[in-house]
């Protein structure tokens, strides 16, 4: 079993800046695939970053791209999401999730169907 836990989030204004941390119970961090994923109320979740196994693949939605940063580090199992210039359109419930059944030649992976690890989720608020 595979625990996540984030942390970092909180209330912002408009182009402020937060760094979302996840730490990861496992003893095998370093296979998984890794992702940050949000919900805003009334919408779809959505992947906004995923990272490969080691840290030389990111995906980044469009909507972040430029303004968020994933990383990784696989001797604490840690996840990170830098994320400036917030927006108000940034407000939702951040999660991290792992997708621990990634395959050898896996990279980023978007679809939130094939995480099975979830963390409890932090709130990210940006205040116009």
């Known amino acids: 079993q595979v625990q996540l836990v984030e942390s970092g989030g909180g209330l912002v204004q408009t182009g402020g800046s937060l760094r979302l941390s996840c730490a990861a119970s496992?003893?095998?961090?370093?296979?998984?695939?890794m992702g940050w994923f949000r919900q805003a109320p009334g919408k779809e979740r959505e992947c906004v970053a995923s990272i490969n196994r080691i840290g030389s693949s990111t995906y980044y939605a469009d909507s972040v791209k430029g303004r968020f940063t994933i990383s990784r580090d696989n001797a604490k199992n840690t996840l990170s999401l830098q994320m400036n210039v917030l927006k108000p359109e940034d407000t939702a419930v951040y999660y991290c999730?792992?997708?621990?059944?990634?395959?050898?030649?896996?990279?980023?992976?978007?679809?939130?169907?094939?995480?099975?690890?979830w963390g409890q989720g932090t709130q990210v608020t940006v205040s116009s």
């Open positions: 496992g003893r095998t961090f370093s296979s998984y695939v």
């Open positions: 999730a792992a997708y621990s059944k990634s395959p050898l030649f896996g990279t980023v992976q978007t679809n939130p169907a094939l995480y099975d690890y």
